[in-house]
Each structure stands twice: as structure tokens, then as C-alpha cells.
């Protein structure tokens, strides 16, 4: 990622006398895309240096091809009765205090080239006048290795990652999240994977939620999505959602209860959470192959209910950063019809199936 500043040439965060700066998490940006469209998922980090509160009036993103030529401009601004800048929260902004933006601006179609992303955040300052900064992006589209779905039967994404998703706004510069040394958003591009019925019912009519047994995903066999080494597995925390917060002090990855990693020819690690207790088939060290049976859906850590959380990152340490994936061979999951998809994405609220071979 290339970052330019307005009137700023690095980003160190030091306090300055009447200064606005901006970073833009991850580096680098990475582009998700599929035949029908591209994501980008990143955040905005600023902070107000001035001795004067800051206030977000609008932000603009305007797109620029590969020989530089403008593709297209969007933004959010105070314009109108109910105008789009206040879907922005964070929008005041003390002198010396720091905000996060999530990036509002998050598809485009397939063939719109995204080569230069130019963000300008507009603030108006107590006196009427106003300030800017700008940065300047060139995200990588780089593809991970297609995978193949951990789950088979009907599945619902239950929650992925879109703008809206808990995992997509998962907020690593809060102090918070930092006291346990966590330093990126390992869940950018996760997914929570849940086992229905024809109806789209994850639980059977008149069951009790809190009867991990009697939801329909809990026990169902998890494969591997590709082919790779395990790293790390826990295999011993009961299914009881529960989930101790200072655990994440002995281990970044305790959040998950059961899981296991694996890490892919490419250098990304598959993470596979809330596995069922005592479900694991495989072992540090040992190379499975795409397909393998390695464990089952359980409801163990921070967990809901019995389902699968599934993500590729960097690391299993504390300064992991989530990557995109893609999926191979599943139907969409379209009513009374189905479409067939040889290579997509996915996210929250799709109904899938694997297609078996």
C-alpha cells in the first residue's frame, strides 16, 4: 500500500501543533473479487493534532485507472434534510483523539478498475473554516488459492463480512482490544457457517436454543478447505459458549474454544472455531489434504450457537491480519431454483450447498 498525506509525508502518530492525520488498515488494501463483482474492505484511522475540535463533514473516494485517468467518484457528505454523513459515527473528534472509519464504499461491479483509490476526509473546524488530508491507495487484487467449502449439506452464512458484519467491524485500534496486544483485524474476511434445513431454519421448531445437541449443525463433520500443515489446535473446551476474555492474554486465538490452523502452500492459514470437544482428528505436524475430515461443528468459546467460524489470516499471533478468499464448486441457493458456481465469494445471508463430486 502507498500512502500520500496531505501536507504530512509519514504517519507516526505523534502529537503536532495543528495537524490532521490519516492511516489506511491493512497494508495492503486487498481487492475480493469474483465474475460479478469486486469488495474492497479497509478502514480509515484518523487523528485530530489541532487545538480544536474537529467535526467530519464528508468523505470522498475517487477511483482512477492504471494510466491515471478517473473511473469514478463517490462520497458522503452533509447535504439534504437527513444527509449520508451522519450514517458516519465518530464523527466529532476532540483535539488529540483518534477515529476509525469504516470504508463505506465497499462494491463495485466486476469490471470497474480499481488501481488508485483517493480518499479526502473533510472536517470543519469551531471557527466555520475547514481542514482536509488526503491518502492515496493502490490496493493489491492478489488471489488466494480457491478452497473448497469446510461444511457440506445447506448452509447459511450466517454472518460474513460485509459493512455490517461484527466480524468486518471488529475494531483493532480500540484501546480495548489493544490491552490484550491484538494489533489487526484477523476477522476481516470471516465467515460464521450454519448448518440448515429446507426451510432455512438453523434449529428444529419448538427446540430449546440453549440445547447444543438439538441444533442441526452440532456434531456435522468439518473438511479441510485445501490442503496444508496444522500448526496449532485446542481440542479440550467444553461446548458451553463460553469464553474467558483474559484468556486472550495467554493466547490470541482463545476466543475460537476448539479450533484448529492450517497453513496453506501460499503462507495463508485456514482457522477452523468453536469446533465440538474432543472432535479433532488430526495433529500438530501432520499434512492433510483438501477434503480431509479434521473435526466437527461444536459450540465451544465465544460462540452463539454451534456453528463454524472459518477465516484465512496471516499468523496465529497477535498481529494477524484476516485475507480474502474464495470458494470453488457450490450451488447459491436461490428459492426454488440453484445456480451453479465454479469460483465466487461469499457472504453474509447466502444459502449454499457444496456440489458433491
Known amino acids: 500500500m502507498h500512502v500520500l498525506f496531505a501536507a504530512l509525508f509519514g504517519f507516526l502518530f505523534q502529537t503536532g501543533s495543528d495537524s490532521l492525520q490519516l492511516r489506511i488498515n491493512p497494508a495492503p488494501a486487498y481487492i475480493e473479487a469474483d465474475a460479478q463483482r469486486q469488495?474492497?474492505?479497509?478502514?480509515?484511522?484518523?487523528?485530530?493534532?489541532?487545538?480544536?475540535?474537529?467535526?467530519?463533514?464528508?468523505?470522498?473516494?475517487?477511483?482512477?485507472?492504471?494510466?491515471?485517468?478517473?473511473?469514478?467518484?463517490?462520497?458522503?457528505?452533509?447535504?439534504?434534510?437527513?444527509?449520508?454523513?451522519?450514517?458516519?459515527?465518530?464523527?466529532?473528534?476532540?483535539?488529540?483523539?483518534?477515529a476509525l472509519y469504516f470504508n463505506p464504499f465497499t462494491q463495485f461491479a466486476a469490471q470497474v478498475p480499481l488501481d488508485t483509490l483517493e480518499f479526502e476526509l473533510r472536517f470543519g473546524r469551531t471557527d466555520g473554516s475547514e481542514v482536509a488530508i488526503r491518502a492515496t491507495v493502490h490496493p493489491s487484487s492478489t488471489q488466494t488459492p480457491l478452497l473448497q467449502l469446510p461444511l457440506r449439506g445447506r448452509l447459511l452464512v450466517y454472518d460474513g463480512h460485509d459493512y455490517y458484519s461484527h466480524h468486518r467491524r471488529f475494531h483493532a485500534e480500540d484501546p480495548r482490544i489493544r490491552e490484550f496486544g491484538l494489533e489487526g483485524n484477523f476477522m476481516r474476511f470471516s465467515y460464521d457457517l450454519l448448518l440448515v434445513n429446507a426451510a432455512g431454519k438453523a434449529l428444529p421448531?419448538?427446540?430449546?436454543p440453549d440445547s447444543m445437541s438439538a441444533w442441526f449443525g452440532f456434531g456435522a463433520a468439518v473438511y479441510a478447505a485445501a490442503a496444508g500443515e496444522v500448526i496449532a489446535l485446542s481440542d479440550t473446551a467444553k461446548d458451553d459458549r463460553s469464553f474467558h476474555v483474559p484468556d486472550l492474554h495467554r493466547s490470541p486465538l482463545a476466543l475460537y474454544g476448539n479450533y484448529i490452523a492450517v497453513r496453506h502452500s501460499d503462507g495463508s492459514i485456514a482457522l477452523y472455531g468453536h469446533l465440538r470437544q474432543g472432535s479433532?482428528?488430526?495433529?500438530?505436524?501432520?499434512?492433510?489434504?483438501?477434503?480431509?475430515?479434521?473435526?466437527?461443528?461444536g459450540a465451544s468459546g465465544s460462540s452463539l450457537m454451534p456453528h463454524l467460524h472459518f477465516e484465512l489470516r496471516t499468523s496465529i499471533g497477535y498481529k494477524a491480519e484476516g485475507l480474502p478468499s474464495r470458494f470453488r464448486n457450490f450451488k447459491r441457493l436461490l428459492g426454488a431454483r440453484s445456480a451453479r458456481v465454479s469460483s465466487g465469494l461469499i457472504d453474509t445471508g447466502d444459502l449454499l450447498e457444496a456440489i458433491a463430486k
Open 39 to 98: 469488495v474492497l474492505n479497509l478502514d480509515l484511522l484518523a487523528r485530530n493534532n489541532y487545538h480544536d475540535t474537529l467535526t467530519l463533514q464528508s468523505l470522498t473516494l475517487r477511483v482512477r485507472d492504471g494510466a491515471g485517468m478517473p473511473v469514478l467518484e463517490r462520497f458522503v457528505d452533509g447535504n439534504g434534510l437527513h444527509p449520508s454523513i451522519e450514517t458516519m459515527p465518530g464523527r466529532v473528534l476532540a483535539p488529540g483523539a483518534e
Open 205 to 208: 421448531a419448538g427446540a430449546a
Open 280 to 297: 479433532t482428528r488430526v495433529h500438530t505436524g501432520d499434512r492433510i489434504s483438501t477434503g480431509q475430515r479434521i473435526a466437527s461443528v
